[in-house]
Every structure is written in structure tokens, then in C-alpha cells.
Antibody
Framework: QVQLVESGGGVVQPGNSLRLSCAGSRYSFTGYAFHWVRQTPGKGLEWVAFISHDENHLSYADSVRGRFTISRDDSENTLYLQMNSLRTEDTAIYYC???????????????WGRGTLVTVSS | QSVLTQPPSVSAAPGQKVTISCSGGPSNIGSHSISWYLQLPGTAPKLLTYDDDKRPPGIPDRFSGSKSGTSATLAITGLQTGDEADYYCGAWDNSLDVMVFGGGTKLTVL
């Protein structure tokens, strides 16, 4: 069964950095595009970043552009999200997900990880 | 304010049918495929439909997606109490070069 597992969340002060990881198990990253999506408890889904299968297409939400960087290491089956200059409004559960069905950039997100909680607070 | 517009809530009785709408524009729903997700409390979202009207393996045919122009609809028939959840639509937006989601719709099975 395809699985994604996020890690790296925690409590961090405003202005500091954090790197999230998303590890795949029992399947290869190669050939798939990935997204990071976040959700503040009690609120809706907010898309964060996208990386294409060949890393030639990267995209970010306006709220994180210039502060967050998405990357991948296919040899390690791992997706990353480097988060710098964190703000209190970045507090959320961060999910990684794969474009598992369909060919569209924003199509068929599957599977989803269980998420990792990032809390930005002084 | 979400780029895709969904009703905040819908409700229906067990066994009945409910539809959830998702309204967008030419650069998102009008140009790209729509997907629908279900999220139960405390869990990660789960894919229900993709490419407008396709279901991944394991999703019952009670769930069906459709699209017309810049709007999409998720229909759920034979409602069950276990269908109570939040539902989200999502699509790529080629004008903004970002992924956009609807604000979510809370389904209550009365």
C-alpha cells in the first residue's frame, strides 16, 4: 500500500526556520509530482507548494513565496519543505500528497500523509 | 476568500441524495480538471473523484463528479451517517500558476 509519512514539525519561534520531510514507503517517487497542503485546525485546506516530477516546475502560494522552498530527493524517496522566516500565521498541520491519479497538475491527490503540526509561537 | 466557491454547508436525510457545487472561473475549472476530497474530523483528506468524473479504486459509485463550463458538482446518493464530513473541490489555476481549493462544505446527514 502506498504511504507518505511527514516529519519535522514542532514548535518554533517567529522568524526561525524548520524543514519538513515526507518519506515514501514501498513505492518510488520517480515520475510523480508532489504538493504540500496545510490546514489550520478548524479551517479549510490551503495549498502551499508544488514540484513537478522532473523539478522543472516549482510553484508556491503567495503567502509563502520567497520564504518556503520545496525540493525532492528521488534516491531517498523523500520530499522536503524548507520553511524560513516563519510567521505565526504559518501555524498549521502540513500534509504532503502526490498527484496519484490523472495527468493534470492539480489532479487526483493520493495518497495523503497524516500530516505534521507546525506551531509558530513566541 | 477562496478562489473556488462552495456552499458552507448542506444537509439531507439518510438514503437521500445531496449535491455540492463548486464554482470557479476560466483559468481553473474552465481549463483544468476538478477533483473532490472528503475529510473526516481529525484525519487527512481522501480523494473521492478526479479528472472531473473519475473515481479511484475503492470509492463507491454513490459518489459522482461532474463539470460544466466553470462549475463542478459532487453528487452523493444513498446518504449514510458515515458520509458526514467536510468536502473540498480543487483544481489548478493556470493564470495564477497555483493550486486552488474551495472553502469546504460541511455535510450533515440528518
Amino acid at each position: 500500500q502506498v504511504q507518505l509519512v511527514e516529519s519535522g514539525g514542532g514548535v518554533v519561534q517567529p522568524g526561525n526556520s524548520l524543514r519538513l520531510s515526507c518519506a515514501g514507503s514501498r513505492y518510488s517517487f520517480t515520475g510523480y509530482a508532489f504538493h504540500w497542503v496545510r490546514q489550520t485546525p478548524g479551517k479549510g485546506l490551503e495549498w502551499v507548494a508544488f514540484i513537478s516530477h522532473d523539478e522543472n516546475h516549482l510553484s508556491y502560494a503567495d503567502s509563502v513565496r520567497g520564504r518556503f522552498t520545496i525540493s525532492r530527493d528521488d534516491s531517498e524517496n523523500t520530499l522536503y519543505l524548507q520553511m524560513n522566516s516563519l510567521r505565526t500565521e504559518d501555524t498549521a498541520i502540513y500534509y504532503c500528497t502526490r498527484v496519484g491519479f490523472g495527468v493534470d497538475l492539480g489532479s487526483g491527490f493520493h495518497p495523503w500523509g497524516r500530516g505534521t503540526l507546525v506551531t509558530v509561537s513566541s | 476568500q477562496s478562489v473556488l466557491t462552495q456552499p458552507p454547508s448542506v444537509s439531507a436525510a439518510p438514503g437521500q441524495k445531496v449535491t455540492i457545487s463548486c464554482s470557479g472561473g476560466p483559468s481553473n475549472i474552465g481549463s483544468h480538471s476538478i477533483s473532490w476530497y472528503l475529510q473526516l474530523p481529525g484525519t487527512a483528506p481522501k480523494l473521492l473523484t478526479y479528472d472531473d468524473d473519475k473515481r479511484p479504486p475503492g470509492i463507491p459509485d454513490r459518489f459522482s463528479g461532474s463539470k460544466s463550463g466553470t462549475s463542478a458538482t459532487l453528487a452523493i446518493t444513498g446518504l449514510q451517517t458515515g458520509d458526514e464530513a467536510d468536502y473540498y473541490c480543487g483544481a489548478w489555476d493556470n493564470s495564477l500558476d497555483v493550486m486552488v481549493f474551495g472553502g469546504g462544505t460541511k455535510l450533515t446527514v440528518l
